[in-house]
């Protein structure tokens, strides 16, 4: 159970992302969580909502978006996605394959930011 | 108050990372080979290690280990027996190591990263979290013992993906 330190992370990195765009809140954070991150959905949820309170990240939503396993197939010359993280091999042909293309993801693609002056640039709600 | 979008693009252990990348360009300017050892408890990383460290050692190399563990310092008492430069990280209930802890512990001991040729991480006992923590070393090894049961990788598919090496350390003979 390392999402508890996770969670302490995400916070970290995304509020001081807030804070340099001159923000006062975030309401949401967006997150890119890979299949072979080495992160459960759940624990990591339960741990931001406990790490988030007393920060500009309070009561935020985490919006996750789970991205499976592709790997790249030789043999086929394209890319396969997978079901699971128990099999590396190609769902056509059988070939196992160790050239990952996706599904190491734990990043934070983008942040609802709240405050007097931050929709200057960018409106969300033009 | 007014709301918007801020995109950004952020590892969320990016800062862990960062300071990995840092300690890797250390160890390759200097030379120095730098092991990362995961496994479950009780494969025997400290065994391995401890023989390992002794014959490093008897050769003239010159070799530092930190070892993590949540209590005691056990570990590090029968690596030092090798002769070896030694530490014990005390995590206190943490299941891994993160960069930082390894930046300081080697600070914290005075080692001069210049006049290693081997640097050793024995990673606290666990195939779950030290997965998603680079610690700047230039190969994971990851031990098996298969009298845990042989079917370790297909169980913890993300650190056995993630190594370099993967070291076979117990196994039952087939009945004959």
């Keep these: ?126 | 108050m007014e709301t918007r979008l801020l995109a950004i693009r952020a590892g969320v252990l990016s800062k862990n990372d960062e300071l990995a990348a840092t300690l890797r360009e250390r160890f390759d300017a200097n030379g120095v080979l730098a092991l990362n050892f995961v496994s479950s408890p009780g494969t025997g990383k400290t065994a391995w290690l401890e023989a390992t460290l002794r014959a490093l050692v008897q050769r003239g190399q010159r070799v530092a280990a930190l070892v993590g563990d949540l209590e005691t310092d056990n570990d590090a008492r029968r690596l030092a027996r090798s002769g070896a430069a030694v530490r014990q990280i005390l995590t206190h209930g943490n299941c891994h190591l993160e960069a930082e802890w390894v930046r300081n512990h080697i600070s914290a001991a005075g080692w001069n990263i210049a006049e290693l040729d081997y640097f050793f991480i024995e990673n606290v006992g666990n195939l779950v979290c030290p997965a998603s923590y680079d610690l700047g070393e230039q190969l994971r090894v990851v031990l098996l013992a298969s009298t845990e049961g042989e079917d370790k990788p297909l169980k913890y598919p993300v650190i056995f993906n993630s190594a370099d090496v993967a070291i076979i350390t117990k196994w039952i003979s087939p009945p004959l």
């Design chain 1, 1 to 126: 159970m390392h999402e508890l330190s996770i969670a302490m992370q995400l916070v970290d990195v995304a509020a001081r992302a807030a804070e340099d765009a001159g923000a006062e809140r975030v309401s949401v954070v967006r997150l890119r969580l890979g299949a072979l991150s080495g992160v459960v959905r759940d624990a990591l949820e339960f741990s931001f909502a406990i790490v988030a309170a007393d920060t500009a990240l309070a009561g935020a939503q985490l919006q996750i978006e789970e991205l499976p396993l592709v790997i790249y197939c030789v043999p086929c010359a394209r890319k396969a996605t997978l079901v699971g993280i128990s099999s590396f091999r190609c769902p056509s042909c059988n070939t196992p394959s160790g050239d990952i293309r996706q599904g190491r993801e734990l990043e934070i693609v983008g942040l609802e930011i709240m405050g007097a002056g931050v929709a200057q640039q960018q409106p969300l709600h033009p």
